[in-house]
């Protein structure tokens, strides 16, 4: 009975120790967990992680972290979104530089300082894109300049409010990067000109395969633009300039490569889309198109079936949006778009209306 009660007294003090130890085990399990994780493992965390984040927090705890970090199995992602990401860049870039894979440059008061505070040369051997917000002119120029050396940079996209003016020094430096596969020119609608020639037989071609013009241009800029872009596989446009009285100069441009083309636009009819689409000789094979406000024809079905036959003969999926005023004056009844020419190729055709729009979609 004694050893029951004396048994009972320490169970209290039992209960802690007990605490104690399964903290202190559940700590060491952590610790040890971690520890024996395999790089392999490590490389895929920290695919999803910022490059900054990945070093500071990993950098200097013992050996093997170290030897990880410098691995060239590693390539950072680099995020300069804050000015302390900024200065702590500006403190490690130089270890690190050559497993740098991508910098998003989005600090805009900073921005053109930053691009003048390091180079970007071949020794950035791994770095593959590049995002750029907010640049000045001269500074982009400049820059752009330094990137001809990169023996990997695929992927390129500029986005700015600054007044960019003529385009052309700036695509003549885009078009002769060596490796790039994607470009994006974003000028979030800014005006802006593009006196670049028509390419010529026997000068080099641009190896850009996706391009995105986010910005106004003319159907003659857009010509001599794409002249460039032999390879070119997909074509993005958005802001169409008001005026498209050029459209029926528009030369014709042969990209056998071609297959995916997506517009946005205010500014166009169809009678000067479908000349855009009879100049430009391809193999498409996907169209997304989204207009807004403009002539009630772009709902005409049978118009739309014989350009798809005529000149969109492998054309596999096919997407329109056109928005509507509400109130428009020639909102009324739509032509059909149910006959067999649509329900074999499975588009069914929508009308979905709010406050401001009526948004029709096949």
Known sequence: MDHMKRTLSFNPLSEENTKKLRSELLNELRISSIENLSNEL?????????????????SNLNHRFQQLLTSSSILYKIELIHISSKEIFMLIYKQIKHQIYSI???????????????????????????II???????????????????????????????????????????????????????????????IPMATTGKPFSTIEYLHIDHYYTFDELSALISYTAKLRHLNLSYINQDNSDIETMLPINLENLTSVSMYTNYINFD?????????????????????YQHITFLDAYRWEQ???????????????????????????????????????KLIFNVEINEYNILYLV
């Open 133 to 195: 917000e907010d640049i000045q002119s001269d500074k982009l120029i400049s820059f752009l300049n330094t990137l001809k050396s990169l023996p990997r940079l695929f992927s390129l996209d500029i986005r700015t409010m600054h007044v960019m003016g003529d385009l052309n020094n700036i695509y003549q430096l885009i078009f002769a990067l060596p490796t790039l596969k994607y470009n994006k020119l974003d000028l979030y609608g800014n005006e802006c000109s593009i006196s």
């Open 42 to 58: 490590f490389n895929e965390i920290f695919d999803y992680l910022d490059g900054i984040d990945i070093y500071l927090a990993f």
């Open 104 to 130: 998003n440059f989005q600090i805009p008061v900073h921005i053109n300082q930053l691009l003048t505070s390091f180079i970007i040369d071949s020794s950035f051997n791994h770095l593959q894109s590049l």
């Open 272 to 292: 000067e889309f479908e000349i855009f689409i009879q100049n430009i000789y391809s193999k498409l094979k996907t169209l997304y198109v989204i207009f807004k």
């Open 307 to 345: 350009l798809i036959l005529r000149y969109l003969s492998q054309l596999k999926k096919f997407s329109l949006k056109y928005y509507e005023n509400r109130y428009s004056i020639d909102s009324g009844e739509r032509t059909q778009f149910n006959s067999s020419f649509w329900i074999e190729r």
